[in-house]
């Protein structure tokens, strides 16, 4: 099943994500959410699976930059309408891998999902 790996192309995180992934020789089709968008079905999904409050990217600017009234009570799905709004919310890298999803980078973790150290 093909790798898939999500985010924007302007992120230290997303750089670091396909560096380690280049350096496995780890094949992967890159999705720019923010130049092609990112659909409800995705972040429903992904929201279902590690939870909407991971996904969101709260420390973000994008987030802080919103007024106070529409980062106040957030629930799921203002939080995926935010995210539908502004792409930039999205925590990154979000990489999906035989139907599965893991957020942001870390090499531990890529290394265990692919069996590489």
Same mark, same amino acid.
């Given at each position: 099943?093909?790798?898939?790996?999500?985010?924007?192309?302007?992120? *230290?995180?997303? &750089?670091?994500?396909? #560096?380690?992934?280049? $350096?496995?020789?780890?094949?992967?089709?890159?999705?720019?959410?923010? @130049?092609?968008?990112?659909?409800?079905?995705?972040?429903?999904?992904?929201?279902?699976?590690?939870?909407?409050?991971?996904?969101?990217?709260?420390?973000?600017?994008?987030?802080?930059?919103?007024? *106070?009234?529409? &980062?106040?009570?957030? #629930?799921?799905?203002? $939080?995926?309408?935010?995210?539908?709004?502004?792409?930039?919310?999205? @925590?990154?890298?979000?990489?999906?891998?035989?139907?599965?999803?893991?957020?942001?980078?870390?090499?531990?973790?890529?290394?265990?999902?692919?069996?590489?150290?």
């Amino acid at each position: 099943m093909p790798v898939t790996l999500y985010g924007i192309r302007n992120c *230290d995180t997303m &750089k670091k994500a396909w #560096t380690w992934l280049d $350096a496995h020789s780890i094949a992967y089709d890159f999705h720019d959410y923010k @130049k092609a968008g990112i659909d409800r079905a995705h972040l429903e999904r992904w929201c279902d699976a590690a939870g909407w409050e991971k996904v969101i990217n709260r420390a973000g600017m994008t987030f802080r930059k919103l007024p *106070d009234a529409e &980062k106040a009570d957030l #629930t799921r799905d203002k $939080a995926i309408g935010l995210m539908l709004a502004q792409p930039s919310m999205i @925590k990154r890298p979000v990489l999906e891998k035989d139907g599965a999803i893991t957020l942001g980078f870390k090499p531990e973790i890529y290394e265990a999902l692919f069996g590489r150290g």
